[in-house]
């Protein structure tokens, strides 16, 4: 079956715009995390949603990043005034949810963004 | 957040050899301790996960160790391929019992190079 689809694979914009990242999950999962991933760094946890609510955001960095998830399936990274430290590649990933959690989160090949 | 310290940070084996990749932890309320496997360009993909009440498990050429009262935990490639060249995460992850935290946490990463 298809895995977890991350639009667009690449995205390079200048400082201070505005740029929204998707992630379409696995059917049938219910969570759904994403993630950043600096050069050379391991994945850094920024929000954990479970259905429709965001769970956990407490990886979120700073108030110029916001996730939604309306409909318990897609969900969309935005970043408002984007910085040059927001490079980054943005994994999004899905499983099954509680009672089903087993530590294996299922990983898109991520959104690689460039902010000059 | 609880953090994973992993070393080394990078390793290089020749074909044939045992890898060897540790990693130690702070907190033992976590239900599963996963090793991610990553290649360039791509998400990360789980390898092998281990429950805290088990000291090894196996699959195939790789190992986990646990060692609950030094609060390690190990994974050793057996003949190593390079096609095991990749960045290899070790990671923590609460499960059902953490409550509604569902977080996985990595450690920042081993990159294995694996010479013919």
């Known amino acids: 079956g298809a895995g977890v689809s991350q639009t667009p694979s690449n995205k390079v914009t200048e400082k201070g715009k505005y740029v929204e990242l998707r992630c379409d999950p696995i059917?049938?999962?219910?969570?759904l995390y994403w993630y950043r991933q600096s050069l050379g760094q391991g994945p850094e946890f920024l929000i954990y949603?479970?259905?429709?609510?965001?769970?956990?955001d407490s990886g979120l960095p700073n108030d110029r990043f916001f996730a939604v998830r309306p409909e318990g399936s897609v969900s969309t990274l935005k970043i408002q005034r984007t910085e040059r430290g927001d490079s980054a590649v943005y994994l999004c990933?899905?499983?099954?949810?509680?009672?089903?959690?087993?530590?294996?989160?299922?990983f898109g090949e991520g959104s690689r963004l460039t902010v000059l | 957040q609880q953090q994973v310290k992993q070393s080394p940070q990078s390793l290089i084996v020749q074909k044939g050899g045992i890898s060897i990749i540790n990693c130690a932890y702070e907190?033992?309320?976590?239900?599963?301790f996963p090793w991610y496997q990553q290649f360039p360009g791509k998400g990360p993909a789980l390898l092998i996960a281990?429950?805290?009440?088990?000291s090894e498990k196996k699959e195939g050429r790789f190992t986990i160790s646990f060692n609950k009262s030094a609060k390690q935990f190990s994974l050793h490639i057996m003949d190593s391929q390079p096609g095991d060249s990749a960045t290899y995460f070790c990671?923590?992850?609460?499960?059902?019992?953490?409550?509604?935290?569902?977080?996985?946490?990595f450690g920042k990463g081993t990159l294995l190079t694996v010479n013919p």
């Open positions: 990933a899905s499983s099954p949810g509680p009672g089903r959690a087993t530590g294996e989160l299922f």
């Open positions: 059917s049938g999962h219910t969570a």
């Open positions: 949603f479970q259905g429709t609510g965001a769970a956990d």
């Open positions: 907190n033992t309320a976590f239900d599963y």
């Open positions: 281990i429950r805290p009440d088990v």
């Open positions: 990671a923590q992850y609460p499960g059902d019992s953490g409550g509604s935290n569902y977080k996985l946490t």
